[in-house]
């Protein structure tokens, strides 16, 4: 059974920097696509970015400048960081697993970890 | 950037009801391309259907997902308690992906 479970800080200070981290049991983290998903209150999902296990990553055009993934297989983790962060990034986040293959749709998804952007 | 545009954005039935649900993209998605999801209250999303017309693992047949090119449709036959949520679509391409606004299916 595939687990995801996220983690980090749910507070952020405006202009400052989120990092959250995705523990991943259950699985293998070679030969896929693991992936972050942001959810503001009562809002529909964002796409952030994904990242493979062999460190190749993409990320969403509206973050990008923002943004970096890190993934680290030996310890079944991977990472998110995003600079200068404003209310617009209040959220629960969500780590995902891509689907084997072609990675087109998320199979797994961890329970979400809701941050806040305040002072 | 394809853009997902789900109708209608609230809809209203009983329990027993056959449900429709329509997601509409900007351009041609391909049929591979082309997912839903379940999101009850609190919970994270679930995937319900996958290359437009795959149900996932251990969903009821009750479920299914239809459409081509730029018109895809989930159906639920026979509306039951725990089927009143939020469904979202979603597409690939490009090494992105985007959703549509979703769907929040409530009971009458």
């Keep these: 059974q595939v687990q995801l479970q996220e983690s980090g800080p749910r507070l952020v200070r405006p202009s400052e920097m989120l990092s959250l981290t995705c523990n991943v049991s259950g699985a293998s983290m070679s030969s896929y696509f693991w992936s972050w998903i942001r959810q503001p209150a009562g809002k529909g999902l964002e796409w952030i970015g994904r990242i493979h296990a062999s460190m190749r990553t993409n990320y969403n055009p509206s973050l990008q400048s923002r943004l970096t993934m890190s993934i680290d297989t030996s310890k079944n983790q991977f990472s998110l960081t995003l600079t200068s962060v404003t209310a617009a990034d209040t959220a629960v986040y969500y780590c995902v697993r891509l689907s084997p293959g072609t990675p087109r749709y998320f199979d797994y998804w961890g329970q979400g970890t809701p941050v806040t952007v305040s002072s | ?108």
């Design chain 2, 1 to 108: 950037e394809i853009v997902l545009t789900q109708s209608p954005g609230t809809l209203s039935l009983s329990p027993g009801e056959r449900a429709t649900l329509s997601c509409r993209a900007s351009e041609t998605v391909s049929n591979s391309f082309l997912a839903w999801y379940q999101q009850r209250p609190g919970q994270a999303p679930r995937l319900l259907i996958f290359g437009t017309s795959a149900r996932a693992t251990g969903i009821p047949d009750r479920f299914s997902g239809s459409g081509s090119g730029t018109d895809f449709t989930l159906s639920i036959s026979r509306l039951e308690p725990e089927d009143f949520a939020v469904y979202y679509c979603q597409q690939y391409g490009t090494s992105s992906y985007t959703f549509g606004q979703g769907t929040k299916l409530e009971i009458k």
